[in-house]
């Protein structure tokens, strides 16, 4: 299927100062616009003034052979208001338009106000389509009025082959119905801009153009779609989304085709933290495999533990975190091993957040290694920096920037390199990867796309098409148990969850989680980054007098023991947290954690409670020694802990506020 996608219009619109070059004489903008575009809609839908025939003809001759044009019909003509022009009827104004005939992929009209579908609509339409097809036209019936939009008239409309024109203005009111061998689309940028909403309508339209369709002449397929948009930047946008090449123009280097709008977040993660801060202090370990245990046992000597991160040297060898130290050894003999030293990575990580604040509107540090930054303010003063850094230089200095190919960072993509740079240059060469996003959970996953050293952009206009293919577990609170669950009722991507019934995912998941689990496979969910106090988490831990793996024993000292000493922090503190986890050490110091992450955030007691017989049954604790460890001892748990993350204030900050299902409708 061929595409002619083209803005309305190319003369006194409001993105014109930006597309053609300074200085260029008006009479010169359809050429210079028809060697970027292939195609423009004339709208004289609401003119009454009419380009002479000499205009038609020069319009049509100094645009190249294959370019084409659509033009909707004036209203006055439609409607056979005779005082208002000299054309009289739509046969004249067709006849009018001769010099363009050979270049006009078709003629748009809408129907007159004073008749409707069952009064008069009918003749009217085939009494239009047949005028249409005697001059050798085209025609796309764009109506206004959602009593047209019933299968009635679809069925007209397929005997004469006219199309029905789509409009993303009018998607809530009507079923985008395929009526003759071409689309008729028109997207508007506010609506693109508010929505994300130009994925659904090229999906829908390439779902279309694979389908048969009956025609005057038979079953076929659809040749054609014209696409019409209101700016360029859309344009892009769509030739994206249908892997097209993007058109580039003057000022294409100025004002970027995705120019950011709406939330931008940022999660940075940075990789192999706790390896990469040991190379700072000892850089001859970078290039060697090497871990970072877990242990009670000094550096030189270790023997016993687990790994808490290692090297992507080691990695290649097959180590993992939280494996033991005894399988790390047998799977890359050669490791260099050393201790955690939590302080030594807390003043490096103290480091990289300083750096980050710097390109912050909020910082929100997530953990020693990673932070959500919303810079959403901050991106839109750069890229306006970088726009009026050469809108104000003189033609001169514009044409030697130009022709010496200066590099302008003023895009995205540059702004997060920045990030990169200034975390490398400033912490010793630590490398971390990025993940931008209108969403903290869409930037979550997008920085973890590419590692080490990763970028992944994912532009507002695209969110749905990144998130579609991935596995629902990508998404950070989806657990095992939860991934199970909707495998059973037949969900296995974010695209399946997106498209889930709401009220099926409130039956199995409640409320919360459900709404939850729709918003993010949706694009919806905007969770605010918020500055965190200076403790990330909470926690509290004992060793057991005596070692056991009795899980009826173990949450009983859990409930009992732990948990009013860690709620009594929790309450003097005046926080409120989002997840909770509990961590098991071993006999032989390996040390393993399972945490679950509530949907909102909680203040109360009994929220711990109910978590921690769920989180301790995805341990292996009984009937293990032969299938895990060579020593029945080893299985044995020696220590406990409970700790509590995602904290925040409640006396200090503002809880967003919970949308209700009627604010996605």
């Given at each position: ?288 495999p090497h871990a970072v245990i877990m242990t009670p046992e000094k550096d030189g000597n270790i023997t016993r533990g687990a790994v808490a991160s ?356």
């Open positions: 299927m061929k595409y002619y996608i083209g803005c309305s219009g190319w003369k006194n619109q409001f993105w014109a100062r930006d597309f053609y070059p300074s200085g260029l004489d008006s009479k010169h903008f359809l050429s210079y616009y028809s060697k970027v575009f292939d195609f423009v809609h004339i709208d004289l839908s609401n003119s009454t003034y009419f380009p002479s025939y000499t205009t038609l003809k020069n319009w049509s001759d100094e645009t190249p052979d294959d370019f084409r044009f659509t033009v909707k019909i004036p209203q006055f003509i439609v409607e056979n208001r005779h005082d208002v022009g000299k054309i009289k009827n739509n046969g004249e104004f067709l006849e009018y338009l001769a010099p363009l005939e050979d270049k006009t992929l078709c003629v748009i009209m809408s129907p007159p106000k004073t008749i409707s579908l069952i009064d008069e609509g009918i003749e009217w339409i085939e009494s239009t389509s047949n005028e249409c097809l005697y001059h050798g036209y085209s025609v796309v019936f764009e109506f206004n009025d959602s009593s047209w939009y019933q299968d009635l008239t679809y069925n007209i409309l397929r005997k004469y082959n006219a199309s029905f024109a789509w409009s993303d203005t009018g998607y809530r009111y009507y079923y985008p119905a395929v009526t003759s061998d071409f689309i008729f689309l028109r997207l508007s940028s506010r609506t693109c801009e508010k929505n994300n909403n130009q994925y659904e309508w090229i999906k829908l339209l390439k779902q279309k153009g694979k389908e048969l369709i009956s025609t005057r002449s038979g079953e076929k397929r659809v040749d054609f779609a014209v696409i019409v948009a209101d700016t360029p930047q859309i344009i892009n946008s769509i030739h994206k989304l249908l892997d097209l090449q993007n058109k580039k123009w003057y000022n294409s280097q100025i004002q970027s085709p995705f120019l950011w709008s709406g939330r931008m977040i940022i999660h940075v993660d940075m990789n192999a933290f706790f390896p990469a801060c040991e190379e700072i202090r000892d850089p001859t370990l970078k290039g060697r290692c090297s992507y040297e080691a990695r290649k060898y097959g180590v993992r975190s939280a494996m033991s130290l005894l399988k790390a050894k047998e799977l890359c003999p050669q490791l260099i091993l050393k201790p955690v030293d939590k302080q030594y990575y807390s003043q490096i990580s103290h480091q990289v957040m300083m750096q980050l604040e710097e390109y912050a509107d909020i910082l929100e540090q997530a953990s020693i290694d990673e932070a959500y930054i919303d810079c959403t303010n901050k991106i839109i003063q750069y890229q306006q920096g970088m726009v009026q850094y050469l809108q104000f230089r003189s033609e001169e200095e514009k044409e030697v920037i130009m022709s010496n190919k200066v590099q302008m960072q003023f895009t995205v993509e540059e702004y997060a390199n920045k990030i990169k740079k200034s975390i490398k240059e400033q912490c010793d060469g630590l490398l971390c990867s990025i993940g931008i996003a209108p969403t903290k959970s869409a930037a979550k996953i997008a920085s973890d796309f590419k590692k080490p050293d990763g970028l992944t952009i994912v532009y507002s206009q695209n969110l749905l098409h990144f998130l579609e293919p991935l596995e629902v577990d990508k998404i950070t609170g989806i657990g095992i148990k939860t991934n199970q669950i909707l495998k059973e009722i037949g969900i296995k991507t974010i695209g399946q969850l997106a498209k889930c019934d709401i009220q099926t995912l409130i039956d199995k998941f409640g409320k919360k989680n459900g709404l939850w689990m729709w918003q993010v496979a949706n694009g919806k969910d905007n969770e605010p980054v918020v500055t965190r106090e200076d403790s990330l988490s909470l926690s509290t831990e004992e060793t057991l007098q005596k070692p056991t793996k009795n899980k009826t024993v173990i949450l009983e000292y859990l409930v009992n023991e732990l948990v009013d000493h860690l709620y009594d922090r929790i309450k003097s503190k005046g926080y409120e947290f989002k997840t909770v986890g509990i961590k098991l050490m071993r006999l032989d110091f390996a040390v393993e954690t399972r945490e679950t992450t509530f949907s909102n955030y909680h203040n109360d007691k009994e929220s711990i409670i109910a978590v921690l017989g769920p989180l301790l049954e995805k341990f292996q604790l009984d009937d293990v020694e032969n299938k895990v460890f060579s020593k029945g001892e080893y299985s044995s748990i020696r220590k406990l802990g409970i700790k509590v993350s995602n904290l925040y204030k409640k006396d200090n900050k503002k809880l967003p506020s919970q949308k209700t299902l009627f604010d996605y409708l």
